[in-house]
């Protein structure tokens, strides 16, 4: 073999070594941007206000509840199931709430299900929780009227152009 042969096999060999690195750490970057999406969704203010109104309603107002959370925990599911998000990081950020959402809101979802004649409503929600507890072994501590009394305190005060004064 000549020694262009070879140093051209041996470049080609390093370019699809790096090719595939560069592959693997876009796509790492991008399930964390996804997460990053999801994070900052769960975390916003309408977000938070909806998670404090639909926790104050789920046991009492079942007829007129807003999917709003649970929506979420459906899309966070699907990505989740597809590996299209940092699986670890959704497992830190987000076991806790699916979890306990998932209790408080089953009975409801499964209703939902019988009267819909749809299985598949919020089937990713449900996947979502199930790969978790049994991944992870964790299981849901909190009492169900305390994780939604929790949820009800994120519900953000408006402040009084009063107060903002005696801020500023």
Not at 27 to 34: A, D, E, G, M, P
Not at 86 to 91: A, F, L, Y
Not at 139 to 147: H, L, M, R, S
């Amino acid at each position: 073999m000549e020694t262009a042969t070879i140093v051209l096999a041996g470049a080609t060999v390093i370019l699809a070594v790096a090719t595939i690195w560069i592959a693997h750490i876009s796509s790492t970057t991008l399930n964390i941007q996804v997460w990053m999406s999801f994070e900052s969704r769960f975390d916003s203010k309408e977000m938070k206000n909806t998670r404090a109104k639909v926790a104050g309603m789920i046991t009492t107002n079942l007829d007129v509840i807003p999917f709003d959370v649970f929506e979420f925990f459906e899309s966070l599911g699907a990505v989740y199931i597809d590996g299209n998000i940092h699986k670890k990081m959704v497992e830190n950020s987000f076991s806790w709430y699916a979890i306990g959402w998932w209790k408080a809101a089953n009975k409801y979802i499964k209703t939902e299900r019988i009267d819909k004649n749809d299985d598949s409503l919020y089937e990713k929600f449900e996947k979502l929780v199930n790969v978790i507890e049994n991944k992870s072994g964790l299981k849901f501590c909190t009492a169900v009227p305390d994780f939604l009394e929790a949820e009800q305190q994120l519900r953000t005060k408006k402040i009084s152009t009063k107060d903002k004064k005696k801020a500023g």
